[in-house]
């Protein structure tokens, strides 16, 4: 028997639960590919916009940041520039802050977006596989009531394995998932703390600058 001969009996040997889990897994797994492919393209966009920003923003050399934001689109020099536009308003090192957290917070929101979904799905495939195995158990302990006592047990026994099909495939299911979820979590948290220093290297770069001229 091959093995995709074997992966439909599995599924069709578990019940209806097992096309509903399986329902979840073509969604979590939809899910976690556009969410990767987004956030690594992103993430790769900031590195390269970090790496060629560093010396202007070490040494608060705001001319050419400007330039160098203008031509990228990474989330980064959104960001930065966000600072920059609030330069020409206001002085406080809070404000300029607080312009760049904002950004920061609209770019998190849809770096984030349906990443959640996939602790949620993995739980509902768990619980489904439980509610399927009870299920399954019920309907198995109904048909032996009336069964022959010579062939109870083995009934039995092979009721209970097709039962136990759907907890199995649940947690087939759930564990990537959750796999996929912190994977994707920490690349957002990556692209978080990328955004977050490009915002305190600016300011701290303009207040080196500071100091250099009032000296």
């Not at 689109?73 to 206001?90: F, H, W």
């Not at 619980?127 to 195995?133: N, Q, W, Y």
């Not at 979820?181 to 600058?209: F, V």
């Amino acid at each position: 028997m091959s093995a995709f001969d074997s992966i439909i009996r599995f599924l069709q040997e578990g019940g209806p639960f097992i096309y509903v889990i399986a329902a979840v897994l073509v969604t979590g797994l939809a899910i976690t590919i556009e969410r990767y492919l987004v956030l690594s393209s992103s993430l790769k966009a900031n590195r390269i916009a970090m790496r060629n920003l560093h010396p202007s923003l070490k040494a608060g050399d705001i001319e050419r940041i400007k330039q160098q934001v203008a031509q990228s689109d990474a989330q980064v020099s959104q960001v930065l520039q966000a600072g920059i536009n609030r330069m020409a308003e206001v002085k406080r090192r809070e404000d300029l802050e607080y312009a760049m957290e904002e950004t920061v917070m609209e770019y998190m929101f849809r770096l984030e977006k349906r990443t959640p979904m996939l602790a949620t799905l993995a739980n509902i495939a768990t619980l489904l596989g439980l509610l399927g195995t009870i299920m399954g158990l019920i309907a198995a302990f109904s048909a032996v009531a009336n069964a022959d006592p010579a062939e109870k047990a083995n009934l039995l026994s092979s009721s209970i394995s097709v039962a136990m099909n759907t907890t199995a495939f649940g947690l087939i299911t759930a564990i990537p998932l959750i796999f996929f979820h912190t994977n994707l979590q920490n690349k957002t948290a990556e692209i978080e703390d990328m955004l977050e220093m490009a915002g305190i290297k600016l300011l701290n770069g303009l207040s080196y600058k500071k100091q250099n001229s009032d000296a």
